[in-house]
């Protein structure tokens, strides 16, 4: 019976040295899992603030397209202005042109004039090419408003021969 006791007894204690093995061993799992909790929670707060600076950063580049859109539409009006200015420009350019040949073929007209004045003058010789300034009625004449082109001395002429 003495070695079932001592035998019971070393069982005992290699159960109690077991056991407490197991305490320890649980008590590890304990700390563990707790130090686990709590990189957990601070996991889940990082995944809180990502999920918010993402939202701030969609926000953020949402506006950002906003801006880069109307940015966009502003530049296309101011291409389209400055081609209907750039038409408009040449539009105006065509015209002066035009205007430039206009006022050439006027030029090289009055030229033509001159020339032909000058060679009917030549023709004419020194005498002077009739006024165009109005000249006084002449009394014999029966209109008041209709003047003797041909002067004094023709109308005196006239009277003479009707006399």
Do not use: F
């Amino acid at each position: 019976m003495l070695p079932r006791l001592q035998r019971l007894r070393e069982i005992s204690r290699n159960k109690s040295a077991e056991l407490a093995w197991l305490y320890s061993q649980v008590r590890w799992l304990g700390q563990y899992n707790a130090s686990l909790v709590v990189r957990m929670i601070e996991a889940n707060t990082l995944v809180t603030d990502l999920g918010a600076r993402q939202r701030a950063l969609e926000e953020e580049l949402a506006q950002a397209a906003n801006e880069r859109d109307a940015q966009s539409a502003a530049a296309e009006q101011k291409v389209q202005e400055v081609e209907a200015q750039a038409a408009e420009l040449q539009r105006k350019e065509v015209e002066l042109q035009c205007e430039k040949a206009n006022a050439a073929t006027l030029s090289v007209t009055l030229i033509e004039r001159d020339a032909a004045l000058l060679s009917r003058r030549r023709l004419l010789g020194a005498r002077r090419l009739p006024s165009r300034r109005r000249r006084t009625p002449c009394p014999h004449s029966r209109s008041r408003r209709t003047p003797c082109w041909l002067g004094w001395r023709r109308s005196k002429e006239t009277s003479k021969v009707s006399i």
